[in-house]
């Protein structure tokens, strides 16, 4: 048998060809065999198309195609083999196996009519995988918070504002904290820790969706379902729900919402949106979500699918062309930092292959950029222009405002221990709380700079003064807060000394001394905004200002605002050039309190 030869496509601009999968009926483990055959977009026949996760790209096996020898992906081959039927033909759209992944010309055509793909196709299956770690009773626990959900809201409900303190929430879901329960939701949080939910394509394989149904080992749900299920988990705090991990789910899910409804987003929204989810090809970070920008932008030559093109190069043109079609702002460099330095790429333009989980200032996990709602440099309009022998350095007007004086510990999820025992739930930002307390001098109860407590302008600037909280309230969360710290900090060294199931008990033990007869707990609200903090730093400058920095912020570092950034840079010193560093929020002058028009001069960062 010979091998299999891809007919190319027609070259001309308004060839509409795709390629579509015939899989040949079969069962168990007999040779897959398929057919491919060319059709028309703009007329297709009916198909399903495949979201899914290539898998080791090294292992591959053979298939038979059009009585000809193919070679894919295993993991292409267990998909195909899960969806094939024992009985009829079934007519299928994948990637790896319908564009010829060789041929770079034909990779950039195809992906740019991928928006027509999946928006015609008849059903989308989305594969998660292989049953492993009891999913079969995990997505079984979805289907039954569904059915709750379903029941929640046609009696009123409001998955949005969904609590515990609500009659109609305790009546449905007030079986699902009882600990019997406990195994089927961790085998549902671990499903959500799938690598299909971190995959940049999978936002418009979904977004653009008629339909899709969710497919893990023998199990499946709707991707409607699912979402609902995922919502009231992460809303009432179910075992083992994880707000950071549960932000990649959403993200998609408002990508859909979104699409449906018409809302297009500007470049640097999508790109921003979906920054945390990874691709194998780092011009995919561009090209994978290009069809979900605003229409105007289809024409920009930088966001036309090309796999020739030097990933420095794209990085950088890409980036112009956001500052100059967004002349109003200068959100791009509020984009965060790798935590090992600009690298390859000059500082001002966004490393789109950094998937670290950093949220922007103010805003939760999978907000808009766009939405930034400070004016550090007040009203002021940007005035961008680029110099340098190669146009790489952005010149914008600004002045310094403070110098960095001192800087606490960045806050490395990675790099806590557990944070749920039996139950009892530590947050995160507990295990660098004392450390950045005695940055901010919080034990000298002096007054801050602006005449306010300071221990008021600490607990605000942890949540970047963003909440919906009252003073009074905020008082109450950070006093939580410390008493969550004073378990945090003995918990590296009872992990050493004991094993995890006495550290477990210790934990609950503690926990409950300390809120013994209490029954205040950190709000939504204030839980949502703790995400900023995930890889910044708390810090103190010069004038006594208390500010929360990117990783990078180090001291000696200038606080700077500049014409048309809604919130103060961090910039370094670099001969007569800066470096950035990142964004910060600095309480006391976010509404341009520090801002001084007459004092602004050029500023290149390189």
Known sequence: ??????????????????????????????????????????????????????????????????????????????????????????????????????????????????????????????????????????????????????QYTSEGGSLQTISFDDQLAQKLFGKFRDPSEFPRLSAFAKIIQRLWFTRVWVVQELALATAATVFCGNSSISWTDLMAAITVQDHLNLWLSDHERNAYVFILERARQEWCSGLRRSLLSVLFRYRILDATDPRDKIFGLSALTKSELSGVEALQPNYNVDITDLYTDVAKEIILLQSSDLNLLSVPRRLSGPGHLPSWVPDWTNTRLTAPLGLANYSDINELVFAASGSSKPQPEFGGADSSWLGVQGHCIDRIAAVGAVLRLEHLPQTNYLGVRIPKCAFVLRNWSRVARLRKREPYVTGEPIRDAFVQTLVTDSTQESIESLRVQLDILERDASIARGLSMLSRLFPQWIVDRVVYVTHALLFYNRTDQLTLDFRIHLSSLADRRIFRTDKGYIGLGSALAEVGDEVAVVKGAKVPLILRASGSQWILQGDCFLKGIMQGEAYREDECTRMWIV
Not at 43 to 71: F, M, Q
Not at 97 to 102: E, G, R, V
């Open 1 to 150: 048998m010979g091998s299999y030869c891809y007919v190319p496509f027609g070259i001309e601009p308004d060839c509409n060809q795709f390629r579509i999968l015939t899989l040949l009926p079969g069962s168990g483990e007999q040779p897959l065999e398929c057919i491919l055959e060319h059709g028309d977009i703009s007329n297709p026949p009916p198909y399903e198309a495949i979201s899914y996760v290539w898998g080791d790209p090294h292992d591959r096996v053979k298939i038979t195609c059009n009585d000809r020898s193919l070679t894919i992906t295993a993991g292409l081959a267990a998909v195909l083999h899960h969806f094939r039927s024992p009985t009829e033909r079934r007519s299928l759209w994948a990637d790896a196996i319908c564009i010829n992944q060789d041929d770079d010309e034909e990779r950039g055509r195809q992906v740019r009519r991928m928006k027509d793909i999946y928006s015609k196709a008849r059903l989308v299956l989305i594969w998660l995988g292989e049953e492993r770690e009891e999913s079969d009773q995990g997505l079984a626990v979805a289907s039954d918070l569904a059915h709750a959900c379903h």
